[in-house]
């Protein structure tokens, strides 16, 4: 006997996608009611970008010599591929492995840095859903993490010299295996995985890689950094992690060895596992949830280990990124990134630009922008603490983590709200929104919907917020846009350019549970 | 200043849960704030913590200069040492000089610090680091002594060098406002960042107070008619501002709280002080900006109500395992500038020996190189400015010039003779804090004897 499941409701739908995606279309509601979670992930995880972002950058005329010394550019095809690329699954899974192996255009003081940045770009997104040994290794051998973390250029012993400690430590700390052993559920006691031994012999293992090619051109930034044996500590054993690559082996056999020993370490799954969760779903994930996903991540049911679009599908189909019934705990859910925000307004209104420049720039600035950009994390520790638990607040919700909280303080939050006044209202650089086509799910007429105060909010709520709006908050916002003329056209346009900001600059919106 | 049985044992409560660094760590309630004022300042003073994100390189900032020091810090890192000649006008000549006939030198780019040294304005501290206990290179290596969480590590060193505490719930500079802050007629701006979120800002009843570089920031739709209407402004102060019993949610809705109603206080208040003449605060200088607005805030003390504030600011960048040669010196100038520019400010207001600024920085590197970079290390040298500071010396023991040597665990990463809890104390007292206070909010400082700044 079979148990027919009940058919998603819209907002089930849509929080699906707010989850899996970038934005929340009629469309796209329509497809997973129709045909489901999974079928939705399966046809996004086939689209591929139109261009990449390297071919994009030389389309452009970057790859003229006046762009050498700068990062003219890298921003640009950043918005570009974010906003106007339509695999936005496959987008959102690249954004966050750019939040994962985090490179920073600030951290990239050399030659064509924008084509260092947007090639590691299309690294990611190449391998974004392929096994994570793969990536690692494109990632490892990117110019771009070469001259991030300092691999690109690092040296065997000699004399008081001493190898390039950087990415040996990053590398286990960041992007592999964490600070402390972990059960399969996340669970640390708090034991070491790794000493200075460990990363000295790791460092060692890790010399005699560099850029290929002089930096004159900028197809250098583009190729995989490739070795030197003569600058490769061979003359030593070199032992980390309880393996020793022996002495005489090569830096390329080195490599070899030292993917399948992180590779391989029982922390790499839960320590992945939660930061997906953490960017994708939830910032309190149930032990219980970390160890399904690990669990797929350690086999993936064919006896695969790494396979990212299992481990993926395994964060997003869980029950507890799925337990939408309109009852919720009191703590769940996430603070939705600021860059985020802007992404979805952008996809979300049908954003376009006439000069092709995507010209939003950097909004790091927690002032006068989002306090966040993409590829412009401060450090490699991304914009925030995975951990980060806000000091102060309620006793009975000490133990509420909120990575996002980090960067959410008195400046900006308002900040934020100011900067999606402007851009509600005028767009940004000369990208303009097309707020004719209003989400109408019923295919009545747009401008009446627009007109009715409570069908406007209604639809903005399904698509913004994935029904999430407190009745108090659709009170409010009804009320206030019934307040505006709809007497013509510009008035109706107005209205709707209120109702997009208070939606937007909602805690409701700003959480999503 | 006494203390009353009932705030002795709240306060006791309140540093056996630091110190254990429970998740429960009770959240002192604003009606105990009053009970925990007792002093009453007639002064002003403040602590300014210059936070350099990285690890900065200790060995090019504070140079080894006597003919045979210099020889050994050249020879341990031939590639990425200063050359000996560029160091000549920033030798520093404390009071009384140091044994067996050591001297260092400033990095040629913190000129201004060098004068300010000489003016008997700063001074020097040499291996401070994050320490719990006195610890040997024999203790560290046998592993008999309780060492600070996760070594070498950015993050983790950043918090526990802010905190004293893993985790890190709340900060010394916010505790010392827990003591403290009831002498301002208002809370809330008792702890300030110029420069994000930062640990060492955190108390138990302190709240840190973010502000950017022009001071707080007005949310443009409260005020007039956003889209034409005025509904959309009441419309929109009732959905950002009123709670929802949601956890997430409500942390967002507090920061907007906070942020409406300071803005409203602060405000007025930095546009009624003069600003400083722009010789202090060099442009293109983000340090520089950020100790600018701090300057105006504690000119603007008195309309505040303000007696004893902490302030963070930072700079980045600092983590040079490549580029050190070219990256270290533009650093060091950003920093000499902007901390000489400050402290140039505070005297023109009066405010040399009431405002104290420091640097700290995740840790030290090491003294070898990797090439062209130097790598993860521990101890490192640091500054001290204004406040209580009236003659120029050097605090702390010279560390031993060596790769494995017995001041460093290697590669010439420094075990700390001097720990940040020692400076803490020190800073503390001058704020007005009682000795068994500190000690309550300072657990491991009696594991150490008292510096005397």
């Given amino acids: 006997m079979t148990t027919a499941t009940p058919p998603l409701t819209l907002a089930e739908a849509s929080r699906f996608l707010a989850h899996a995606g970038l934005f929340v279309s009629e469309t796209d509601i329509l497809y997973v009611i129709k045909n489901g979670k999974e079928a939705w992930i399966n046809q996004q995880a086939l689209l591929t970008s139109s261009t990449s972002r390297v071919n994009w950058l030389y389309s452009q005329g970057y790859s003229n010599d006046t762009n050498k010394n700068s990062t003219a550019g890298i921003d640009n095809v950043i918005w570009h591929h974010l906003i106007a690329e339509k695999n936005q699954f496959v987008q959102r899974i690249t954004l966050f492995w750019s939040e994962f192996f985090v490179v920073s255009v600030l951290g990239l003081p050399l030659p064509w840095a924008q084509f260092l940045g947007a090639s590691y770009l299309d690294t990611l997104e190449k391998y974004a859903l392929g096994n994570f040994r793969d990536l690692l290794k494109a990632v490892t051998l990117s110019p771009a993490m070469g001259e991030y973390l300092n691999l690109a250029g690092s040296l065997k012993a000699a004399g008081n010299r001493h190898p390039d400690e950087n990415y040996a430590r990053e590398v286990m700390q960041l992007f592999t295996i964490g600070l402390e052993k972990l059960d399969i559920d996340g669970t640390s006691y708090g034991t070491p995985t790794y000493g200075q031994k460990d990363i000295t012999g790791l460092a060692a293992a890790f010399t005699g890689w560099n850029f290929d090619g002089d930096k004159n051109s900028f197809k250098y930034a583009?190729?995989?950094?490739?070795?030197?044996?003569?600058?490769?500590?061979?003359?030593?054993?070199?032992?980390f992690l309880g393996t020793t690559i022996s002495a005489g082996t090569t830096g390329t056999q080195s490599l070899e060895i030292i993917l399948d020993t992180l590779f391989k370490h029982p922390n790499v799954g839960p320590f992945v596992s939660k930061r997906l969760i953490l960017r994708l779903v939830s910032s309190n994930p149930s032990p219980a949830y970390i160890s399904r996903v690990a669990t797929v991540f350690n086999n993936n049911g064919r006896g695969v280990r790494g396979d990212m679009l299992a481990v993926i599908k395994a964060v997003l189909l869980d029950p507890e990124a799925n337990s939408f019934t309109g009852t919720y705990s009191s703590t769940t859910g996430r603070i939705r990134e600021p860059m985020l925000r802007l992404v979805q307004w952008a996809k979300t209104f049908n954003v376009t630009t006439s000069s092709n420049l995507w010209g939003i720039g950097n909004t790091s600035s927690s002032s006068y922008g989002l306090g966040q950009s993409p590829l412009r994390a401060p450090t490699v520790f991304n914009y925030y603490d995975p951990s980060y638990v806000p000091p102060k607040t309620q006793p009975k919700y000490r133990a509420v983590a909120s990575p996002e909280m980090q960067i959410t303080d008195e400046v900006s939050v308002v900040g934020y709200i100011n900067y999606m006044q402007a851009v509600i209202s005028n767009g940004v650089s000369d990208l303009k929104p097309d707020y004719s086509v209003q989400i109408d799910l019923a295919k009545k007429d747009a401008k009446a919907q627009a007109k009715d105060a409570n069908q406007l909010v209604s639809n903005l709520n399904l698509l913004l917020t994935s029904n999430q709006l407190s009745s108090s908050s659709i009170t409010s916002i009804s009320s206030a846009i019934n307040a505006m003329s709809s007497k013509d056209d510009a008035a109706i346009l107005n209205r709707v350019k209120a109702a997009i900001f208070l939606v937007m600059a909602s805690p409701d919106y700003i959480v999503i549970r | 200043m006494s203390l009353t049985k009932g705030r002795r044992e709240f306060l006791k409560r309140l540093a056996q849960y630091s110190a254990l660094g429970s998740a429960s760590q009770i959240a002192l309630p604003f009606s105990a704030i009053a009970e925990a004022a007792s002093t009453n300042a007639s002064d002003y003073k403040a602590?300014?913590?210059?936070?350099?994100?990285?690890?900065?390189?200790?060995?090019?900032?504070?140079?080894?200069?006597?003919?045979?020091?210099?020889?050994?810090?050249n020879s341990l890192r031939p590639t990425i040492a200063l050359d000996r000649n560029s160091l000549s006008s920033t030798v520093l000549a404390p009071k009384t000089a140091l044994n067996n006939g050591l001297q260092f030198a400033l990095s040629p780019n913190l000129a201004p610090l060098a004068s300010l040294f000489a003016n008997n304005q700063m001074n020097v501290l040499l291996n401070i680091g994050t320490l719990v206990q006195p610890t040997t290179k024999a203790q560290y290596q046998n592993g008999s002594v309780k060492l600070p969480p996760r070594l070498f590590s950015h993050n983790d060193q950043q918090k526990y060098s802010q905190s004293f505490l893993d985790p890190d719930l709340t900060g010394w500079g916010g505790r010392l406002e827990d003591l403290l802050m009831a002498n301002n007629s208002s809370s809330t701006f008792s702890a300030i960042s110029v420069a994000g979120n930062a640990s060492f800002l955190n108390g138990n009843s302190t709240h840190q107070f973010q502000v950017g570089t022009n001071g707080s920031v007005a949310v443009n739709a409260l005020n007039g008619s956003?889209?034409?209407?005025?509904?959309?402004?009441?419309?929109?102060?009732?959905?950002?501002?009123?709670?929802?019993?949601?956890?997430?949610?409500?942390?967002?809705?507090?920061?907007?709280?906070?942020?409406?109603?300071s803005h409203d206080k602060l405000a007025p208040s930095l546009t009624g002080s003069s600003p400083f003449p722009a010789s202090f605060f060099p442009t293109g200088n983000s340090l520089a900006a950020q100790l600018q607005v701090v300057a105006r805030i504690i000119n603007a003390k008195q309309s505040l109500g303000m007696k004893r504030q902490v302030f963070f600011v930072s700079l980045g960048g600092f983590d040079n395992h490549d580029h050190l040669v070219t990256n270290h010196p533009a650093l060091m100038k950003?920093?000499?500038?902007?901390?000489?520019?400050?402290?140039?400010a505070m005297s023109s207001i009066g405010m040399a020996h009431n405002v104290c600024t420091f640097t700290s920085s995740d840790f030290g590197r090491t003294l070898t190189s990797n090439g062209d970079g130097a790598d993860h290390g521990w101890g490192s040298h640091h500054f001290v400015l204004g406040g209580p500071i009236t003659q120029s010396k050097f605090i702390?023991?010279?560390?031993?010039?060596?790769?494995?040597?017995?001041?460093?665990?290697?590669?010439?990463r420094l075990i700390p003779t001097t720990s940040w809890d020692q400076l803490a104390y020190s800073l503390g007292s001058w704020f007005g804090a009682?000795?068994?206070?500190?000690?309550?909010?300072?657990?491991?400082?009696?594991?150490?004897?008292?510096?005397s700044l």
């Fill in chain 2, 396 to 412: 702390g023991t010279p560390p031993v010039l060596a790769n494995n040597g017995p001041s460093d665990v290697g590669q010439g």
């Fill in chain 2, 226 to 261: 956003p889209f034409g209407s005025t509904a959309i402004a009441t419309a929109l102060k009732s959905i950002i501002t009123t709670p929802q019993g949601q956890v997430l949610r409500d942390q967002v809705i507090s920061t907007v709280n906070r942020s409406i109603i």
């Fill in chain 2, 434 to 451: 009682s000795t068994s206070d500190l000690k309550l909010i300072l657990p491991n400082a009696q594991n150490f004897a008292n510096i």
């Fill in chain 1, 222 to 239: 583009t190729l995989p950094m490739k070795m030197t044996e003569g600058n490769h500590q061979s003359s030593t054993p070199n032992p």
């Fill in chain 2, 334 to 344: 950003l920093v000499g500038d902007a901390v000489g520019g400050f402290q140039s």
């Fill in chain 2, 47 to 73: 602590i300014v913590c210059v936070y350099l994100y990285g690890g900065n390189d200790y060995a090019n900032t504070v140079v080894p200069y006597d003919s045979s020091s210099y020889s050994l810090y």
